[in-house]
């Protein structure tokens, strides 16, 4: 027959340091989840921002290209020449 061990109660030291530790990791823990909900967060705005980015690069090209086709217009229909945009004036170049 096994023979059964004394128990041993821990001083209110020992439990206060084991108490330490153990609220120690809780706290590890808490901040850990904390941080990767911070992290996924600043990952969805990055995604937003690397769309938007993208959103208006694309429309920067297309002005560029409704540019492109305004100005031939103009230069087939009027020749080439200088435009001030202030004054809205267009002087032909012969």
């Given at each position: 027959m096994a023979k059964k061990?004394?128990?041993i109660k821990f001083t209110k030291q020992e439990?206060?340091?084991l108490n330490k530790v153990k609220i120690g990791?809780?706290?590890v823990q808490f901040s850990l989840g904390s941080?990767?909900?911070v992290r996924i967060q600043t990952e969805n705005?990055?995604?937003q921002i690397s769309n938007r980015r993208l959103q208006l690069e694309t429309q920067y090209t297309n002005l560029l290209n409704d540019e492109q086709e305004l100005l031939?217009?103009?230069n087939d229909k009027y020749g080439p020449g200088n435009f001030n945009p202030e004054t809205g004036v267009f002087t032909p170049i012969k």
């Open positions: 061990s004394k128990e439990m206060e340091s990791f809780e706290e941080l990767e909900i705005k990055l995604e031939q217009e103009l």
